[in-house]
Every structure is written in structure tokens, then in C-alpha cells.
């Protein structure tokens, strides 16, 4: 409900996800928890619908980025993440 709330007017505009890739991360995980789990949506007009079962880090997501739109590494952790499966269409 908050989502919708929250993102429904973008991720119904044609003109918003047609060049634009949203890309939100919920951590509402407690800190003493045993496995820290993290919830995160990569949603736009060339994006594969689907569920990833991989375990990725926010690592993972920096490097698809740096990738996807030729913005470099930065030289750290980025260099060596899990890479996110092909999820553009």
C-alpha cells in the first residue's frame, strides 16, 4: 500500500518510465537480527519482470549501474560484487 502510494503516480506514467529506471531499497531489518535481509525493486519500461534469488549487495547495484551507463568504478568492492543477472529486456 505505501508503495503504490508512494511511487503509483510514476510507475504509471509513460512518460516517467520510459527513460528512467526506479530503483528503491527498503532495510527494515533489526540490527541483532540473524540474517540481514533487504528489500529492493528495480522497475522501468526496459526492465524484465521477475524475481532475482541471488544474494546481491547494494555493491551489486552500484556495479550494474557504473555498467549499464559507462559511469567507471570506483576502484573498491564495486570491482568484485556479485553481478546482477541480465535484467533488461
Known amino acids: ?3 503504490s ?7 504509471n506514467d509513460q512518460n516517467f518510465t520510459q527513460n528512467t529506471v526506479l530503483i528503491t531499497t527498503f532495510d ?11 528489500y529492493t525493486t528495480i522497475y522501468g ?6 524475481a532475482v534469488p541471488d544474494s546481491l549487495n547494494t555493491y551489486s547495484l552500484l556495479n550494474m549501474l557504473e555498467d549499464n551507463w ?5 576502484g573498491r568492492s564495486d ?3 556479485v553481478q546482477v543477472p541480465a535484467i533488461w529486456q
Open 70 to 74: 559507462g559511469l567507471g568504478s570506483l
Open 28 to 38: 527494515e531489518s533489526e540490527q541483532d537480527a540473524p540474517v540481514n535481509q533487504i
Open 1 to 3: 500500500m505505501w508503495y
Open 45 to 50: 519500461a526496459h526492465v524484465k519482470s521477475g
Open 5 to 11: 502510494r508512494t511511487f503509483g503516480k510514476y510507475v
Open 79 to 81: 570491482l568484485t560484487a
